[in-house]
C-alpha cells in the first residue's frame, strides 16, 4: 500500500497533534512535566482504564481497553534525553515546530512520535466498536535513565494483576533507512565492569621493593582481548568487549602506584550469560593480579523472540502497508524490551531513527501517518473482527 502524504486530506484520527502536545512536554528523565497526563486524557476519551503507576518519583501509565484474549500490548516511553546545545536547534527543542512537513522536536522519533502514531490506529481500530480482545499500553517514563522504576516495575505490577499481553510491540524507532525495513526481534545483553587492582607503592628506581599493579592490569586487560569472545550465533552478531576507561591517576613520574583500574562493556549475544561472562572475568583477574575488586553491573541479557506465527503477523502487516519487506535483526543498544521479554513475546517495530538523540530530532509528519497506517494493520491482523486470521 503507498505511503499518504500532506498531500492528502486522509482519514482522521492524525496523530500529528497528540505528538505536538507530548513535545511540548520537556520529559527530560526523570522529569515527566505533564507528558503521561496528556497521554492519558487522549486515551481515556477513547474508552481506556488508566492506571497511574508512581515508583521513587517517576511516572509510569498502564492502559488497557477489552478484556479478553488476544490481548496486545504497545510498550513505550515518554521521557527523553537533554536536548543539549538548544542554541544549536533549528527550533526550540520543546516548541513542537511543524515547518514544511516535518515536525521538530526532542522525542519526536525517540519515541513520542511511536506512541502518538500507535494511539491514533488504535482510535481508528476502534471506530468499528469494541476491540476483538484486548489492547493495551505500557508507557514509563524512565527508559532513557536507569530503567529501575519504569517498564521493570510496571510489569511487576502487570502479572501480580493478571495483565500479561499475548504478544508486546514495542514502538523504537528500529527503521533504519526508510519505514518499514527492520524489525528487531531480539536484542544483545549489556554488561559493564569496574576493575581495580591493588599493588604496592614504591620507588621506579627500586621495583622489586615494589608490585606493579598497572602491569599485572595491563596484562590481564590484554587477555581479556587476546581472542574474539565468539564468532556470533544465527540471529546475533559476535559478542564485543570493549575496554572504555584505564586510570592510573598518578601525577608523579618516579612513583609505582598502588592502584590501577579500567572500565569495560561487554555487549554479548545468546551464547553468553552475564553470570558466565562475570565468572570469567574473574577467572581471568585471578590469572595476573592476587589483589583485585571486581564490580560487574548487567543491565540486561540478550533475548530473542524466536520467528514464528506472532513475528510473522507482524512482519506480512509491516510489509503489506509499507511495501517494503522487512530485516529481522538483534543489533543496537538495549531497550525496555529486555525486560518485556521475560514475561512475554515482544519485538521492536517504529519510525526512522536517523535523527534520534541528535540537535533537531525530527519525524515528516508523512512518515509519522504511515507509521499509524502500519500500527493500525498490525492491530487488525492481531485483533482480528472476523475472527483468528
Not at 488504535?122 to 484486548?134: C, I, K, W
Not at 628506581?205 to 608490585?211: E, F, G
Not at 575488586?293 to 533475548?303: A, N, Q, V
Request: hydrophobic share 40%.
Amino acid at each position: 500500500m503507498p505511503l499518504r502524504t500532506t498531500d492528502e486530506v486522509g482519514r482522521e484520527p492524525d496523530p500529528q497533534a497528540l505528538l505536538r502536545e507530548l513535545i511540548r512536554c520537556a520529559s527530560v528523565t526523570p522529569e515527566d512535566a505533564g507528558a503521561q497526563e496528556v497521554l492519558a486524557v487522549a486515551l481515556e476519551r477513547l474508552g481506556f482504564r488508566i492506571e497511574r503507576l508512581h515508583y521513587n518519583g517517576i511516572e509510569n501509565l498502564f492502559a488497557r481497553i477489552g478484556e479478553g484474549a488476544p490481548h496486545l500490548c504497545f510498550a513505550g516511553h515518554t521521557d527523553v534525553v537533554p536536548p543539549g546545545d538548544e542554541a544549536a536547534w533549528r527550533h526550540p527543542p520543546f516548541g513542537a515546530a511543524l515547518e514544511g512537513g516535518v515536525i521538530y522536536g526532542r522525542g519526536a522519533c525517540d519515541m513520542k512520535g511511536g506512541i502518538a502514531a500507535f494511539v491514533a490506529a488504535a482510535e481508528e481500530y476502534l471506530r468499528a466498536g469494541p476491540p476483538a480482545g484486548s489492547i493495551s499500553l505500557l508507557i514509563t517514563g524512565d527508559e532513557e535513565g536507569d530503567a529501575t522504576d519504569g517498564t521493570v516495575r510496571v510489569l511487576d505490577w502487570m502479572a501480580e494483576n493478571g495483565q500479561i499481553p499475548d504478544f508486546c510491540l514495542v514502538g523504537e524507532p528500529t527503521s533504519v533507512a526508510q519505514l518499514g525495513d527492520v524489525i528487531k526481534i531480539g536484542r544483545r545483553g549489556s554488561l559493564n565492569a569496574r576493575i581495580t587492582v591493588h599493588g604496592t607503592q614504591g620507588h621506579v628506581a627500586y621495583p622489586h621493593r615494589a608490585d606493579n599493579p598497572a602491569h599485572r592490569l595491563v596484562r590481564a586487560l590484554a587477555a581479556m582481548t587476546a581472542a574474539p569472545l565468539d564468532a556470533g550465533t544465527d540471529w546475533f552478531q559476535p559478542s564485543s568487549l570493549q575496554i572504555t576507561s584505564i586510570d592510573i591517576g598518578n601525577p608523579a613520574t618516579n612513583v609505582i602506584p598502588a592502584t590501577a583500574r579500567a572500565a569495560l562493556n561487554i555487549r554479548f549475544n545468546d551464547g553468553h550469560t552475564g553470570k558466565g561472562l562475570s565468572a570469567w572475568l574473574d577467572a581471568v583477574l585471578a590469572q595476573h593480579a592476587e589483589r583485585y575488586d571486581l564490580d560487574i553491573s548487567i543491565s540486561g541479557e540478550s533475548f530473542l523472540t524466536e520467528p514464528g506465527p506472532m513475528v510473522d503477523t507482524l512482519r506480512r502487516a509491516v510489509a503489506r502497508m509499507s511495501g517494503v519487506e522487512p530485516r529481522l535483526d538483534t543489533g543496537g543498544g538495549t531497550s525496555d524490551a529486555r525486560f518485556i521479554a521475560r514475561f512475554c513475546p515482544v519485538a521492536e517495530f517504529g519510525a526512522v531513527g536517523s535523527t534520534m538523540h541528535k540537535v533537531d530530532e525530527c519525524v515528516p509528519v508523512d512518515e509519522l501517518r504511515a507509521l499509524a497506517d502500519i500500527y493500525l494493520a498490525v492491530i487488525e491482523d492481531f485483533l482480528p473482527r472476523g475472527g483468528a486470521s
